[in-house]
């Protein structure tokens, strides 16, 4: 969705002080973002005042306070809500406790008044009554009496209560659709949304009370103004529902057994003349879909991502209703604006709409939003206290570029069949994967880093992992090489990721072999397409210990003669990383962790990637016995065999024995004795003197060196005729590195 084009800072603070000489910022400090029900108070107050009071009023949200841009001060708007205000008629006549099934006394007074500021919600409860005589209603409908109520109502009641059953319901061909943000038709639970909205009504502008001055302290404090009242007298004991969870009362809230619901009226009373705001889009979306979450505006399935206190199966249907995304604005829009960004209320991901939580997060990243928007507040109708729903927030999202928001929206497809695949039904340790994995993109998304897109990779290849141990339906595959746009995102500048790019790029260039079958349980079909591989036929890292794990890689891509490769400049491995991999520095599992996850990235992408930051012209010393050793593993070295024609150096049987065993001494002895047979001279050695071939010098070798030194010869290093050159005397012209 394209929205008109941000302006800039200085144009925002322009468009603030370009008021009209009567216009001013009146700051509503008593109107925040969190709870939801401050939120919608919020949206009730901006479409109330323009509709019936000021129609050039504007306003945006400042430090987490709505600021109008009006003529009125706090006392001016306090005495429109007081004496003028013309309650929007919110009446739902298709639930049992709705007020008419008998009829209750505040309907009557609703109904019955003589206050012109009722006339029309006297006119709609009379034509509902109409509706339900004509149709010999007279006690709680059931669901489909339900569904024929509604579609009555729409041809018989007032234009001003429209809104509201938009709102409240959506007619498909088939059914009802019902936005989670209004329950189930208006209805959560055993609080009827609608009904409450008229008592509240009836005690603040009806009864005797309604010209106390508690009533006023009420009004002032729900907007934030000064009061001669405490707070705590200005109270009510009343329903809350699901948004303001806090003041819903309920077990486990105070230090009995339970704790009363309180709320101040006047915030009941305008959340539910917010929630009106949300009707547009409902009504054209939601009737070409089967989700309601995904078409309401803002309002997409849950994803159990992205916060602390997701419990297991919080996706299903029974214990949440999905998930509400509500806009904060920076600068002064008007009720069109609004009325515009709330009707285009959906996120773009690609060609598609953000359909979860998950999806929406990456819309952001994307700037598939309304560009009027600076940030999202994420909230979840979660089950919570017994059978309640809750409006809890989930959290904050800024809207601003990510420039590999690319990178998220390829995963999304794959994405849509893992969640399909491992529903509530999957094994636990897949949903626990599923669940990382999810985790680890909605923080790409928010606050994206080289860690964090490393960290999506590791949950991918740990995912796939623990997907093969699992009984999932056959449709679903391992995902797809992903683009070289991950090489980048995930180049953290460090000497681990440097260290598995360059093992990553060297097993590309083999033809025989491809990463991910050597270091995941996948194979490939007759077609070349990635499958499972519950055995891990070809899986030669899934052991517990990491430097054993890249041992056994090096001889399985030694063993698949990767060695008619180019020359590796543009992707080996600086001496200074090796070196420090050899003498302990570097993680072995860490970099292991990383092979793994770059396994993911298309084979193909390596030839024109590069991670060439860590150059550095000056050479690290490199241990005698690692330099005697790396031409046999190096994929580009070769000698001049007698007939002159090309040859790779190979390790020997012996070598690889003694390198099996951790014996790197008796390692590098044979390698000398393979080089001088190959016409190279290694330092100490007399050309003929075969006690010094094979003896050699005594070498210091420590206890990490004799650990780690096989794995360490798995990393591609440049210009290996100068890593030969530290152990030779002088190197033969015979031979060819």
Known sequence: MNGPAQPSRWHRRREVTMMTETQHELVLHGVRPEPLASYLKGLGII????????????????????????????????????????????????????????????????????????????????????????????????????????????NAVPDECLEWLDAAFVLTDADAALPPLLGTGGNDGHLEFAHNF????????????????????????????????????????????????????????????????????????????????????????????????????????????GYDTAAAGEEAIKTSRGELWVPLWNHPLSLAELRHLFGEGRASVGASQAASGLEFSIAIA?????????????????????????????????????????????????????????GDDAPASARSARRILEDGVMEYAHTPSPLRAQGILCSLASLHRTIARSRLPDWFRPIRPLGAEWLTACDDNSAEYALAFSVAAWVATCRRCFLRELVLPVGRDKLGRFVWDPEGKHD???????????????????????????????????????????????????????????????????????????????????????????PFFAPEAQFTRPDGTMAPLQATAPMLAALERHHVTEAANAA?????????????????????????PRWPVSTILQQRLYAGLLFPVDNVDHVLAQCLRPISKEASI
Request: include cysteine; proline fraction near 5%.
């Open 672 to 696: 000398r004795i393979g080089l001088t047979a190959r016409g190279m001279v290694p330092v100490g050695s007399v050309r003929g003197g075969r006690a010094d071939l094979y003896h050699g």
């Open 198 to 305: 008229m008592q509240r009504l009836d005690s603040l502008l009806l009864s005797k009370h309604a010209h106390d001055p508690v009533t006023r302290d009420q009004l002032l404090f729900a907007l934030g103004g000064a009061t001669e009242t405490s707070a705590s007298g200005l109270l009510a004991d009343a329903s809350v529902g699901q948004f303001s969870p806090g003041m819903a009362g309920g077990a486990n809230l105070t230090s009995g057994f339970g704790a009363p619901s309180l709320v101040d009226p006047w915030d009941y009373v305008l959340l539910l003349e917010g929630t009106v705001l949300f009707a547009g889009a409902a009504t054209r979306s939601l009737r070409h879909t089967t989700s309601n979450q995904a078409a309401a505006p803002f309002s997409v399935t849950t994803s159990a991502a």
């Open 540 to 630: 030669v890292v899934n052991v517990d210990d990491p430097l054993h794990a890249l041992e056994l890689l090096l001889r399985s891509i030694m063993d698949a003669e990767a060695t008619d490769s180019p020359r590796v400049s543009d992707w080996a491995a600086s001496w200074a990383d090796v070196a420090a991999f050899i003498d302990g520095s570097i993680d072995a599992g860490r970099v292991l962790e990383l092979i793994t996850a770059l396994a993911l990235v298309d084979a193909s992408v390596f030839w024109s990637a590069r991670v060439t930051h860590r150059r550095s012209l000056v050479r690290t010393h490199l241990p005698a016995v690692y330099c005697h050793l790396k």
């Open 366 to 422: 994307s700037l598939g939003v309304d560009q009027n928007i600076a940030q999202f507040v994420r909230y979840g109708f979660l089950m919570r206290n017994g059978r309640m729903y809750a409006a809890s927030p989930l959290g904050r999202f800024g809207v601003h570029a990510n420039v590999h928001a690319s990178l998220l929206e390829g995963l999304i497809p794959w994405l849509r069949q893992l969640k399909r695949a491992v």
């Open 47 to 154: 479409r109330l005042v323009v509709q019936q009071k000021e129609p050039d009023l504007r306003a945006f949200w400042r430090d987490d306070e709505l600021v109008l841009v009006t003529r009125l001060d706090m006392e001016e708007l306090a005495n429109f809500f007081l004496m003028e205000y013309r309650p929007t008629p919110i009446v739902s006549p298709w639930h049992g406790s709705c007020g008419f099934f008998p009829e209750t006394e505040t309907l009557r007074h609703l109904r019955d008044t003589d206050d012109p500021r009722f006339a029309t919600y006297g006119m709609a409860i009379h034509a509902m009554q109409q509706i339900l005589e004509s149709m010999a209603i007279d006690e709680k409908p059931d669901r489909a009496q339900a569904r024929l109520i509604m579609r009555e109502l729409r």
